[in-house]
């Protein structure tokens, strides 16, 4: 599973084209969206070029905001919001590296990936 996870992220990335890259689910539950204090959110998928998040009080689209969740800190504009779920579209794709680690070490907790050190 290891080597086709690597696959699809790299052809995600290669692709170019933001819309179809390939979304992880993660279900992350200690991310944070905002400038200063930050608003505390959900993060259930991630690609190289977005994410969807969940909470309360998310800002409206067209907001910008920082994605942030450990080592994860992705400048990010809203792209759309319904009710408690908002959809993000990063300035900048993440790097392959530090997508694989977050997808690894989520699926890893979820015990269906391998341990967070050997995807590093």
Same mark, same amino acid.
């Given at each position: 599973m290891g080597s086709n996870l690597v %696959? +699809? #992220?790299l052809k995600s990335v290669l692709r170019g084209d @933001? @819309? +179809?890259a390939t979304r992880y689910s993660v279900d992350l539950a200690d991310g944070c969206v905002g400038a200063e204090n930050g608003l505390g959110v959900a993060i259930f998928d991630l690609s190289a070029t977005g /994410? #969807? =998040?969940g909470g309360a009080d998310l800002p409206q689209p067209g907001a910008f905001v920082t994605l942030t969740r450990g080592? #994860?800190?992705?400048?990010?504009?809203?792209?759309? @919001?319904?009710e408690a779920r /908002? &959809?993000?579209q990063f300035h900048r794709p993440l790097p392959v590296e530090q #997508?694989?680690? =977050?997808?690894?070490?989520?699926?890893? +907790? +979820? &015990?269906? &990936? %391998?341990p967070a050190a050997l995807a590093a």
């Open positions: %696959v +699809r #992220l @933001r @819309r +179809r /994410a #969807l =998040i080592s #994860l800190s992705a400048a990010a504009t809203v792209a759309w @919001r319904e /908002a &959809g993000l #997508l694989f680690t =977050i997808v690894h070490s989520a699926q890893y +907790r +979820r &015990g269906t &990936g %391998v």
